[in-house]
């Protein structure tokens, strides 16, 4: 049987639709009919660059891993899913038996098969087969539009919940104001945050912001001529300090900082702005090596971690937050396309806005034969 479109990235720039044979399942597998697909800046990369550090497209690779669909076939071993339930897909099949797998690290297994990570095909396809343990069922009061949306919240609350373990009254900083920084003040203020700054260059971004989660917003100053990244950062840093009243020391000090940017010197800066020991968490990739005052790291005593996709236990609190009505994920899908209509979809994520000039936060593929305007 062919009867599986799939959205193809053949090389660079060069994306088409195939048909592909329906995949067979193991044992303990589901067969998910896929309904929603948000496209991730990932996604957008490989279009553009085919790599991603050392992961390289270096054959035809099905696009797509923010995902939800209905199961509709399932292995003899599956006790927790039946045919027709509604799920959120983890698009990370671990080997299990690893010393990372064993100790709950298993986003660090390195047999990790991963969709659209290259070689591993993606979900922008009519079906995926994927372990059932990986499918989270969704509550009655959760579309599956909200289901493809659990990726990039599990990616915030692995970061801000589980890496940067944030308590109720913290004070948090998030540099980038994008759909996964957006995210993570989302998790934060579910988390009981006392105060949670938004920073970036983008003014629109920082008004959506302000209405979504963030108590407070900062943009930095524009860089002088013949001025360095780290003499940038510092004096960005301490206008900033000054502008919101934070304290390097005590209760108006920042717990927690997470950079979703990737930029140098918004991790410069955010490094300058942690308390004396406070926490950074590094979630954004931009280069893939920068500079970074290391003295002012230790001697603050800064807990500098990097939070890498998502753990034990990130799925089901990010389902729990959204279903619990503690994060809305409506306000961040600004486009919607129907499957024939992806290559329009990546166009637009990748302009950073559709025809009409309305910036994009998140776009979502709805499946083959799926209306973009029915959430599910």
Known sequence: MSDNPAFVLRKIEDVAYEQRPIP??????VLVAVKKTGICGSDVHYLVAGRIG?????????????SAGI??????KVRNLKVGDRVAMEPGATCRVCDDC???RYELCPEIIFAATPPYDGTLARYYPIPADLCYRL?????????????PLSVAVHSVANIGQLRANQSVVVFGA????LLCMAVARALGASRIVAVDIVPSRLEFARTYAATETYTPPKMEQGETRLAYSERNAKAMMQQLKIEERGPAGIDLVVDASGAEVSIQTGIHIAKHGGTFIQLGMGQAEVTIPVTTLL????????????????YQLAIALVSQGKIDLKPLITHRFSFDQAIQAFQTTR??????????IKAVISGPDVSPEDPL
Not at 139 to 151: I, K, R, S
Not at 178 to 181: F, K, L, M, T
């Open 71 to 76: 199961v509709t076939k399932i292995g003899p």
């Open 102 to 104: 064993k100790r709950g």
């Open 139 to 151: 509550p009655d009061n959760l579309t599956l539009e909200d289901g493809a949306m659990m990726e």
């Open 54 to 66: 050392q992961f390289v497209v270096e054959k035809p690779m099905i696009l797509g891993h923010e």
């Open 178 to 181: 994008g759909p996964v920084g």
């Open 351 to 360: 302009a950073g806005k559709s025809e009409d000039g309305k910036p994009v």
């Open 24 to 29: 067979e399942i193991k044992d303990d597998e």
């Open 299 to 314: 001697v603050k005593e800064i807990n500098f971690k990097g939070s890498f996709r998502y753990g034990p236990g990130d």
